[in-house]
């Protein structure tokens, strides 16, 4: 594998991937379903991605240097590794919906109204094709930056909105029980499925493979609990009836937040700080759908494919975004189409390899095919 990522790049990318739509639509959607209880569905979450990652990198432990399209080829033959490449370029199509929502209704709702919206999914498309065509080296360099924002965002919004918090805004905690928390948590895994999902097509390219698990598992840890700050804060600040009537909660409690009389209102600074972990989601759906298309026909470079791919998920996004209630519906019915991908791949190819255990060591030992 000639493009080789660090083991902190690789923690930095899942960082970023599993960030920006997580603080933003999500929190809304588990708001309406449990209430001041949606933290501890985040923090389900974060373990449920955790152990989703962590499954990812038992089915390469053996054949380090495969990705799924790969080891599903020497498992199965051709037409296997063709199946996975659909399923991966299907779930990175929805993925890229969801991350359009984001991208779209942070900038045009609270900032550009008047907008059109075309101009939105071009700009988004078009830097998107800039890194994604540049390769994911450039992408894990960028995820430094994006950790940094993040980093930056989290203090800024908690020191803006601690003179206002209320803690008795979280009681009772787990009132709406269990079963309700892990079943509102679906739309946490679903963001997490993205990270976890982008690892199947890159971990290959991450150096060190004995301590890949231990760095995915650290960046979704790291990442859920920069996530996790979100819904508390929007429970003890604004409150869950207040976060439930937004579709962008984040961007109400940026609205409160304040810094004595100097810095009212964080809306611009959220969005300056945040649009790089969005705008690394772009790039990586771009990247990981070409990827699934050029395995998918044979081509050993995904960068041709970059342009039709952008197109058509352009569209899409388009044809999603432009009708708000058909984007909450869509988004709805999203974690049960990702998380069957999600959680159902990896399972099925640990069981074929444990399965076939001669043609993984054989698989181990022979170059990845083309």
Request: hydrophobic share 55%; proline share 4%; charged share 15%.
């Amino acid at each position: 594998m000639k493009i080789q990522i660090t083991n902190g790049m690789y923690v930095a990318l899942l960082i970023n991937l599993v960030y920006a739509k997580a603080i933003g639509i999500t929190q809304g959607m588990i708001a309406r379903e449990v209430g001041q209880d949606m933290w501890l569905a985040t923090l389900f979450a974060t373990l449920q991605g955790m152990a989703m990652i962590y499954l990812g990198y038992i089915v390469l432990r053996r054949t380090p240097k495969h990705d799924f399209v790969e080891l599903g080829i020497s498992l199965l033959g051709r037409w296997f590794g063709v199946l996975i490449s659909l399923l991966m370029v299907a779930f990175f199509a929805g993925a890229f919906f969801t991350v359009m929502v984001t991208f779209v209704y942070h900038m045009r709702d609270y900032f550009l109204p008047e907008m059109p919206l075309y101009i939105f999914v071009i700009a988004a498309v078009g830097i998107g094709w800039y890194g994604a065509y540049h390769g994911l080296e450039v992408m894990a360099r960028m995820a430094y930056v994006g950790v940094f924002f993040v980093l930056l965002l989290n203090g800024l919004i908690l020191v803006g909105s601690f003179h206002q918090i209320d803690l008795e805004n979280l009681r009772p905690v787990a009132e709406t029980g269990l079963p309700r928390i892990l079943w509102a948590s679906r739309h946490s895994d679903a963001d997490w499925a993205i990270a976890t999902m982008a690892t199947a097509m890159i971990l290959p390219m991450v150096r060190n493979p004995e301590v890949r698990g231990r760095s995915g598992i650290a960046g979704i840890a790291i990442g859920g609990l920069l996530v996790l700050l979100w819904p508390i804060l929007e429970t003890v600040v604004l409150s869950s009836e207040v976060a439930q009537q937004y579709i962008v909660a984040c961007m109400k409690l940026a609205r409160s937040a304040h810094m004595g009389h100097f810095i009212q209102r964080y809306e611009m600074i959220m969005v300056a700080c945040f649009s790089v972990s969005s705008l690394l989601q772009i790039m990586m759906c771009l990247f990981a759908s070409a990827h699934g298309v050029s395995k998918a026909i044979g081509w050993k470079d995904y960068r041709p494919m970059l342009i039709p791919v952008g197109l058509a998920l352009g569209g899409l996004a388009y044809w999603g975004v432009e009708d708000h209630m058909r984007a909450i519906d869509l988004l709805n019915v999203w974690p049960y189409l990702a998380l069957p991908i999600a959680f159902g791949l990896p399972t099925t190819l640990l069981a074929l390899r444990l399965a076939m255990r001669r043609k993984v060591e054989k698989a181990a030992a022979a170059p990845p095919p083309s």
